[in-house]
């Protein structure tokens, strides 16, 4: 595996479930982020991490849990969300948060809240 | 807060043309970086181009280029010989030196054969 890995890519769930995103970043890098891009709005960041620890929450509802056990793992638990939050999730990570690092993206995971 | 602006949703060029996707953002900081990244469809989103917002120089990629007015606050990209695998959505995006990125709405490029 290369990059960054996202799973599942897709995802189904009903508004009581609790379920989690995974990624994965076989790069190297000290920094993971959590966008979520909708089809109507820009791409929006949700959460960073760098050196597994959370710098930035973006003012993000609290049904949404992120977890960074280690600089290449980064979780978002879910649970009682609600139809609007249907979107594609996007994992990325760079080198560190500061200078201008670029950020590699994975595919992200198309989660359906119904 | 930051505000990153792409007026145009839609552009079309035709293969082997020059296009020019813009965009303006609104900040207070005078340190901060800029990107274009691309998203072809159903892909990963990848880098294009970057700039540190310290250069004045205009940064250039192969056939990608920057026309960056800092006091205007405006990085437009210019894409010349496009080619059929330019076809894509393209997000400007404003990064601070703490790594807070905001994105722009997006511009989607048809590239015609």
């Known amino acids: 595996e290369t990059g960054v890995t996202q799973t599942p890519r897709h995802l189904v769930m009903g508004m009581t479930n609790k379920k989690s995103l995974k990624c994965e970043q076989h790069?190297?890098?000290?920094?993971m982020y959590w966008y979520k891009q909708s089809a109507k709005k820009p791409l929006e960041l949700m959460f960073v991490?760098?050196?597994?620890?959370?710098?930035e929450n973006n003012s993000v509802p609290s049904r949404f849990s992120p977890e960074c056990p280690n600089s290449s793992h980064l979780f978002l638990h879910l649970h009682t969300l609600q139809p609007e939050d249907s979107a594609l999730y996007l994992c990325?990570?760079?080198?560190?948060?500061?200078?201008?690092?670029?950020?590699?993206f994975g595919p992200g995971t198309r989660l359906t809240v119904t | 807060a930051q505000t990153v602006t792409q007026s145009q949703p839609e552009m079309s060029v035709q293969e082997a043309e020059t296009v020019t996707l813009s965009c303006t953002y609104d900040?207070?900081?005078?340190?901060?970086?800029l990107f274009w990244y691309k998203q072809p469809p159903s892909r990963q989103m990848i880098l294009v181009i970057r700039?540190?917002?310290?250069?004045?120089q205009n940064a250039t990629e192969n056939r990608f280029s920057v026309n960056f007015q800092k006091a205007a606050k405006s990085f437009s990209l210019k894409i010349s010989d496009s080619q059929l695998g330019d076809a894509a959505m393209y997000f400007c995006?404003?990064?601070?030196?703490?790594?807070?990125?905001?994105f722009g709405d997006g511009t989607t490029l048809t590239v015609k054969p």
């Open positions: 700039q540190e917002a310290y250069k004045q």
């Open positions: 995006a404003y990064q601070t030196n703490a790594g807070k990125s905001t």
């Open positions: 900040t207070s900081e005078s340190d901060y970086y």
């Open positions: 990325a990570s760079s080198q560190g948060v500061t200078d201008p690092y670029e950020q590699y």
């Open positions: 991490y760098s050196l597994e620890e959370r710098v």
């Open positions: 790069l190297g890098h000290n920094a």
